[in-house]
């Protein structure tokens, strides 16, 4: 059974840092991996992600103050978010993309709170 667990989130003061991580169990191989999050009533929103070579992409309300790392022995997904902004303020979730006999298997993690203070 595969299973996502997500760590790390919190509540920190604004221009703080924190990092979440994320750990892929079972017998999975992840192309991509990713951070989403999301706020009360809205949508589920892309945060950064990286593929198993190590591009990546991010959102450009992140860009230059978080990076999203990877160790892929481990199956495991790190995102450093500094300088936050109380609008960083979500439920942040881990995603895992498997590529399987051409399909695309999608994993979630839990999610984790990220609670920013002005």
């Known amino acids: 059974q595969v299973q996502l667990v997500e760590s790390g989130g919190g509540l920190v003061q604004a221009g703080g840092s924190l990092r979440l991580s994320c750990a892929a169990s079972?017998?999975?191989?992840?192309?991509?991996m990713g951070w989403y999050r999301q706020a009360p009533g809205k949508q589920r929103e892309l945060v950064a992600r990286?593929?198993?070579?190590?591009?990546?992409y991010y959102a450009d309300s992140v860009k230059g103050r978080f990076t999203i790392s990877r160790e892929n022995a481990k199956n495991t997904v790190y995102l450093q978010m500094n300088s936050l902004k109380p609008e960083d303020t979500r439920v942040y979730y881990c995603?895992?993309?498997?590529?399987?006999?051409?399909?695309?298997?999608?994993?979630w993690g839990q999610g984790t709170q990220v609670t920013v203070s002005s």
């Open positions: 990286i593929i198993s070579g190590g591009s990546t």
């Open positions: 079972g017998s999975i191989s992840c192309n991509t």
């Open positions: 995603q895992c993309e498997e590529i399987v006999a051409f399909r695309v298997l999608t994993y």
